[in-house]
């Protein structure tokens, strides 16, 4: 319970301090309606009607991660910031609790932003993603997208070029996750059965489990000199 | 004045609060400590001179456990830090110059967050309590980054002695404090000093770093370089020994 209690806090924290002053979220959500506006004017130039729905999951999926890489460059410098981090290493708990701590709270700001943009997408792209089963593929990818960029983050926060290290680090191994994403989003706007999609979905449920997992065991080498 | 040597903990009797045994610490190339040999027993106040670059930080660094050491050993009240750290850490409270605090939260949310993370009974009792001693409790519901430099750090000494902490590491507390925040400092110093409290202060002031200890050490090129008590010791004599020994080593 204390270990749990301690992930809480630290979710408490972030919670309190973007409250405070929203400049997490309004940069991910100002991002990522940016990002839909200008594939929407891009794809309207070139893709006509049923046609927009082959190239719609891909261009939610951009947003939402780049929307999610602005979010994890935020969680650790946050940290870093007048030594926070130290005081978070300072405590007497398990160093993986700062992890999933700082894990959840980027997963539960992604899925707010995510949950304001699909109507947004909607919207724009005139496809109704308002489906039970697109919410768990957008719950699965985030979280699988968020656990290894967690720890990425945590590694970047101590460097310089931080904001331009971390998108570098986190897109190739992130791939495997965004590609099952947007192969599994396609999947339900085409129409097809939870059977068709179920190794896409498979492969999201592997990354959502396997890299909270690795990072588990890798984030106390990442956090210490 | 002689230089005393560790001695040696006899069966029975207590382990030193701190003990440190041929701690070496290599960033790269560089190698910040070099075999460092430091015992503190409990309840000493041991302030460490030297001058910028010493190695002052990466030990209190290496004994808080926020740095690995490359070789050699910590131990706090008898137990190997490596093996043992997230226990230990609840007795350790460390001042730096860093806060280590959240500027977007305010002084009570701060302190109330690590009241959580130190699992305190009682938390808002001590939260009040650390915020009176440290004249910070009429502005607790200000944001900690409206805080002046010497507010800071008062509340960071509140945050440090939140869990009360047996074993406080002071690294350089005085950086940057108006006079007004020194003496606060200072006086926070004494309590803790007249608590039975474990202290390492490092600085390089020799003035604010003689008040109130009971043994001084000087750090000189990752090592250390003279011990001795602070009996006897003016400030003059400690002038002329840091002069000496920071020109020799």
Known sequence: MSYL????????????????????????????????????????????????????????????????????????????????????????????????????????????????????????????????????IIVLGTVGFAGVGTVLSAMTAQTRAREVLLPILLLPVAAPVLIAAVKATSGILDGQAMAEIARWLQLLVAFAVIFPAAAFMTFDFVVKE | ????????????????????????????????????????????????????????????????????????????????????????????????????????????????????????????????????????????RDPVRDYSRGMVQRLAIARAILHDPSIMLLDEPYTGLDLQAADMLRSVLQDLAASNRTVILTTHNLEQGLEMCDRAAILHRGKIAWQGVRTGLDLAGMKQIYRDVTRLA
């Open chain 1, 5 to 136: 209690n301690k992930i809480l806090a630290i979710v408490w924290k972030d919670i309190v301090a973007e409250l405070r002053t929203k400049e997490m979220f309004s940069a991910m959500f100002v991002f990522s309606v940016l990002v839909i506006v200008i594939f929407n004017f891009a794809f309207d130039l070139r893709v006509s009607g049923e046609r927009v729905r082959e190239v719609a999951p891909g261009a939610l999926w951009v947003a939402f991660a780049f929307a999610g890489i602005l979010g994890l460059n935020r969680a650790f410098v946050m940290e870093k910031d007048r030594g926070c981090l130290e005081g978070l290493l300072l405590a007497p708990v398990d160093h993986t609790a700062i992890y999933f701590g700082k894990m959840l709270s980027t997963v539960l700001f992604m899925l707010i932003v995510e949950a304001f943009m699909l109507p947004v997408f909607t919207a724009f792209f005139g496809v109704n993603l308002f489906d039970l089963r697109l919410v768990l």
């Open chain 2, 1 to 140: 004045m002689a230089a005393v040597a560790a001695q040696p903990v006899e069966p029975g009797a207590s382990p030193p609060a701190i003990e440190v045994h041929r701690l070496v610490k290599s960033f790269g190339h560089r190698t910040a400590l070099r075999g460092v040999d430091l015992e503190v027993a409990e309840g000493e106040f041991l302030t460490l001179f030297g001058p910028n670059g010493a190695g002052k930080t990466t030990l209190i660094r290496c004994v808080s456990s926020l740095t690995r050491p490359s070789a050699g050993t910590v131990r706090l009240r008898g137990e190997d830090l490596s093996k043992a750290a997230t226990s230990l850490r609840r007795h350790i409270g460390l001042i730096s110059h860093n806060p280590l605090l959240y500027g977007d939260l305010t002084a009570e949310e701060n302190l109330r967050f690590f009241a959580r993370m130190y699992d305190l009974a009682d938390a808002q009792a001590r939260i009040d309590a650390a915020l009176q001693q440290v004249g910070l409790f009429a502005r607790r």
